[in-house]
């Protein structure tokens, strides 16, 4: 069985970032550096043609001290639920204060923030509520105008933003399924150039760098990049492996006429997915009145 990233629509959960959201929102989880933090980001992007939305003119956010929280003595485990179950209580006093755009969370060594758009007239006595009587959750609440939605168009992820959101995407629908990601197998990447010439200087870089060059396997062109390159390399499939060689790739292409164009493998399956698969080919087989001759673990 072989995965491939490309357009994945399974959403990643980080258990200590990452709650339930609803479904039919594009919610993409990835990370991003600037000069002095390390941010990670859970951003909505389903609003990314519409926005500025009309009237919801101020940018509200909650943010919670979790560095205090971490340092609590409470078990790691405990925390985290604890502060789930704030944040369920959160989506709750929102809901019932009035309309409002959630867009996302951001999430540092030691503050998690919340994100909304809500009208100027938005009642926000729930929330001043909730944060004074809870104690063990230290947060604040913050508005300020933004009519033009500037913070979320700093929140949206660019280009190659977007691929770390499909490594997570696809990292969790491979753990989800069975699959060992810390196994090292071989995993295929896919470029693709706009000229040949480049394609061809490519590859020495591409073999320093310790890829393989898969010369019997074609990728998939495209008519502003008619020229593809698979290349390989053997690895494991966790996430952060999977960033760090994509966004090598990614800003070894950028600016040299290249584009990334996705990773696949084959799965790597624990012996209790095989089971699993196993007996649902042949509960399947069974009822079908055929037999499983052709299944390998």
């Known amino acids: 069985m072989t995965a491939s990233v490309g357009h994945s629509a399974t959403t990643w959960q980080d258990r200590e970032v990452i709650f339930t959201e609803k479904t039919g929102e594009d919610w993409g989880f990835f990370e991003r550096r600037t000069n002095s933090e390390h941010l990670r980001l859970l951003v909505n992007s389903g609003y990314k043609s519409d926005y500025p939305i009309e009237s919801f003119d101020e940018l509200l956010s909650v943010t919670v001290n979790v560095y205090r929280l971490s340092h609590s003595g ?7 639920l604890e502060l789930e179950g704030w944040a369920t209580r959160l989506e709750q006093a929102m809901s019932g204060a009035g309309e409002h ?62 691929l770390l959101i499909h490594n997570a995407q696809m990292v969790y629908a491979l753990a989800h399924h069975g699959d060992r990601i810390n196994r090292q197998r071989t995993v295929y990447h896919w470029l693709l150039f706009r000229h040949n010439d480049d394609r061809i200087g490519m590859k020495q870089t591409l073999e320093r760098l310790g890829y393989r060059i898969e010369e019997g396997k074609s990728g998939d062109p495209e008519p502003d990049y008619p020229y593809p390159l698979v290349i390989s390399r053997q690895d494991d499939v966790k996430l952060d492996t999977l960033n760090r060689r994509v966004d090598e790739l990614y800003r070894l292409l950028n600016g040299k006429e290249g584009k990334y164009d996705g990773w696949g493998s084959a799965m790597q399956l624990s012996f209790s997915a095989r089971f699993k698969a196993f007996m649902r080919r042949i509960m399947g087989n069974s009822m079908n009145g055929k037999r499983s001759d052709s299944w390998k673990p």
């Open 101 to 162: 755009y959630y867009v996302g969370r951001l999430h540092t060594e030691s503050k998690l923030e919340f994100y909304y758009y809500v009208r100027s007239d938005y009642d926000d006595r729930l929330l001043k509520t909730l944060i004074q009587q809870n104690k063990e959750i230290r947060a604040q609440l913050y508005r300020k105008p933004d009519s033009n939605w500037e913070f979320y168009k700093y929140m949206l992820p660019d280009d190659r933003e977007q």
């Open 74 to 80: 409470k078990r790691r485990a405990d925390a985290v």
